[in-house]
């Protein structure tokens, strides 16, 4: 794996953290940021190596900072398959649409995959009362809608500094 690569995705899980830590709950529960910095890192390097790895670190990240009771291993389960599910998604339609539209279809629908299957984890482990669909609507929709917006504004900034610092990214827009 490329040393650079491998920095500039340490850096987007770091802000990723800093988000999933900052942003504010929505009626107790807290939209995951942390997978738009997954999504992004997933759509700039798209290599099977760095999905894992992405997926794993994104998920021990989130089971360190999260705020949800028994959360740790779901964000540990979560993750990884998000990250793997996004990503055949991705490459699938950035076949045949542009890249910016195929990162945000991609990531509306890995945000809810994600939240089902944190939830989902949760309700299976931890018992979780009949409060999924609550929690899905307060903490799942809210994110779906916030990271299409977010990475539709940070995407093409992010491609732009790539260009500029003259560093290799296997994505154009």
Same mark, same amino acid.
Request: hydrophobic residues 60%; aromatic residues 8%.
């Given at each position: ?11 987007? $899980? ?20 942390? #997978? ?29 900072? =999260?705020? $949800? ?19 055949? #998604? ?31 984890? #949760? ?33 093409? $900034?992010?491609?732009?500094? #790539?260009?500029? =610092? ?8």
């Amino acid at each position: 794996m490329n040393t650079r690569t491998l920095v500039f995705l340490a850096l987007l $899980v770091g802000v990723g953290t800093v988000l999933h830590v900052v942003i504010p709950p929505t009626l107790l529960i807290k939209p995951d940021m942390m #997978l738009a910095m997954l999504f992004l890192g997933i759509a700039l390097f798209p290599d099977k190596k760095n999905v894992l790895l992405l997926g794993i670190v994104t998920g021990i990240i989130t089971a360190l900072t =999260t705020g $949800v009771p028994g959360g740790q291993i779901p964000n540990m389960i979560d993750k990884p398959i998000t990250a793997f599910v996004f990503f055949g #998604l991705y490459i699938l339609l950035a076949k045949k649409l542009p890249k910016l539209t195929s990162l945000i279809i991609s990531s509306i629908a890995g945000t809810i995959v994600s939240g089902t299957l944190f939830l989902g984890s #949760l309700a299976l482990l931890f018992k979780l009362p009949e409060a999924f669909l609550a929690m899905f609507g307060l903490g799942v929709l809210p994110a779906a809608a916030l990271n299409p917006i977010f990475l539709s504004i940070l995407f093409p $900034v992010v491609i732009a500094i #790539l260009k500029r =610092t003259n560093f290799t990214s296997t994505v154009e827009m």
